[in-house]
């Protein structure tokens, strides 16, 4: 998720680090930073008080994959990487924006894909005055080693992340 934002009585600001954006750590805005892009990271709490706002939620992504040695699946979508790993040679399909994971005639692996889609992340929230705000959360993960296909086209959907929460005293 993304980091927070913290004004203790007395001291000067604290912006607390996050996997994410992190909190309103510009001297300037005192905004809290995006989260990372495509990884579903949550944006960083703003420091608060006037347009002081969190960090917007990074969208999410697909990543499918399936093993193509010898006669593997035929498919298109998204960007595509051929390696080789202890296993044989795989092909990965990764999807950062809507699009179509397309098969059009199965492999002899049978008739399975691994995949890992990646939600969308929480905002970061602002807060007024000196108030602390937090960060928003990653968006969730759903994996699979073993997802059923058959040569059919699938829709790819991609979540957006969360809008930065503004100052609402």
């Known amino acids: 998720g993304g980091g927070g ?6 001291t000067e600001q604290s912006p607390i680090p996050g996997g ?7 001297p300037t805005s005192m905004n809290g930073e995006d989260g ?8 960083g709490g703003g420091r608060g008080g006037g347009t002081r706002n969190g960090g917007n939620g990074a969208p999410g992504c697909v990543l499918i994959r399936y093993k193509k040695s010898n006669i593997g699946h035929t498919a298109t979508g998204g960007t595509t990487t051929e390696y080789a790993n202890p296993e044989g ?3 990965a399909h990764k999807f950062t924006s809507p699009g179509t994971f397309t098969i059009s005639a199965l492999g002899e692996y049978g008739n399975n ?3 890992m889609a990646i939600g969308g ?6 807060g007024p005055g000196r108030d602390r705000s937090g960060g928003g959360g990653a ?3 759903r994996t699979s080693s ?4 058959t040569a059919t086209s699938y829709p790819v959907s991609i979540g957006p992340g969360g809008s930065g929460g503004g100052n609402n005293p």
């Open 20 to 26: 994410g954006g992190r909190g309103g750590c510009d």
């Open 36 to 43: 990372t892009t495509k990884t579903g990271s949550g944006g």
């Open 121 to 126: 992340g929480g905002a970061g929230g602002g």
């Open 113 to 115: 894909v691994e995949y």
């Open 5 to 10: 934002y913290q004004y203790p009585s007395g």
């Open 139 to 141: 968006g969730a993960i």
């Open 89 to 91: 040679l795989w092909k």
């Open 146 to 149: 073993s997802w059923p296909v």
